[in-house]
């Protein structure tokens, strides 16, 4: 198996304005995680232990003002969060499904022609049509305004705008939030597709379940106050007596 993206020993602070002074609050804390081609991994953790950032660290998308130490290597490159490299790197190699789906859409343009747009750029061989049956939604939404599609059709259109390039790298930062349990398996099936294809697919998630029902999870990263505790099989990790492992595992299991 290669490896497609890692972070190494990565810390992250940002800065946080109060009041009258700005603080800075460390994040990510010596972060060590693998993604791997062809493989499903799943970054799991309570609320707040830095999942989101972590997604954010391996596309660029860290906080402006944020300081770092390590190394976040996507696609064998070693990039800082303001190296320029990841404009071209994003969309192209590393795919991103945001945690706020909804928002990733301008509010004044068509789902149909955001897609367009999105397959335009990275020279996708996708249609919008074909990415919206890809990922189980009516074709009629093309015709829609963000503001008309549900929170779970908005999920959807995010990952059929992160799949329009075929990137090498998906990361989908909760991707089956606001989605039935139906939808979800839908989407899961998706992600394995991509993998299948040959993508590294990196899930922040909080439902191990439906994924361990749909068949595909390789690997389970386990977080805790901004450190990744372990990475290893989801059976590995089943079999700890740890009370914070046993949390996440014991009802999957
Ligand atoms: N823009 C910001 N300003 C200040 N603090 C932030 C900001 N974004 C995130 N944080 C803090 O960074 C830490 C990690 O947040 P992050 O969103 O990565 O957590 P998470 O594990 O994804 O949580 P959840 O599962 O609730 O989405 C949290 O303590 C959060 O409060």
């Known amino acids: 198996m290669t490896i497609a993206a890692q972070l190494r020993s990565f810390s992250v602070d940002i800065a946080v304005r109060g009041s009258r002074q700005s603080t800075r609050v460390r994040v990510l804390d010596g972060v060590d995680l693998t993604v791997e ?6 970054l799991v953790g ?8 972590v997604a954010a660290a391996l596309t660029g998308l860290l906080p402006p003002g944020s300081t770092v130490s390590g190394a976040s290597i996507v696609d064998g490159i070693d990039l800082a969060p303001d190296d320029p490299r990841w404009r071209g790197l994003r969309g192209h190699r590393v795919g991103l499904v945001p ?19 999105v397959v335009t750029a990275l020279s996708g061989e996708s249609t919008p049509a074909r990415l919206c049956a890809d990922v189980g939604l009516p074709p009629g939404v093309l015709s829609k305004y963000p503001h008309e599609i549900s929170g779970g059709m908005a999920q959807r259109a995010a990952v059929a705008a992160a799949i329009a390039g075929r990137p090498e790298v998906l990361i989908a930062d909760e991707p089956t939030a606001s989605l039935d349990p139906v939808l979800a398996q839908r989407i899961w099936h998706l992600l394995a597709d991509q993998a299948e294809a040959g993508a590294a697919v990196l899930v922040v998630t909080h439902d191990l379940e439906t994924m361990r029902r749909v068949g595909r999870c390789d690997s389970v990263a386990l977080m805790r106050s901004g450190r990744i505790l372990r990475q290893e099989s989801l059976e590995a990790m089943a079999a700890s007596d740890d009370d914070y492992v046993r949390a996440f595992t014991e009802p999957v299991i």
Request: with cysteine.
């Open 37 to 42: 081609r062809e493989r499903v991994t799943a």
């Open 99 to 117: 945690q706020s789906a909804a928002t990733s859409f301008t509010p004044v343009r068509t789902v149909g022609d955001q897609l367009d747009e």
């Open 46 to 53: 309570e609320s707040g232990c830095g999942k989101s950032m």
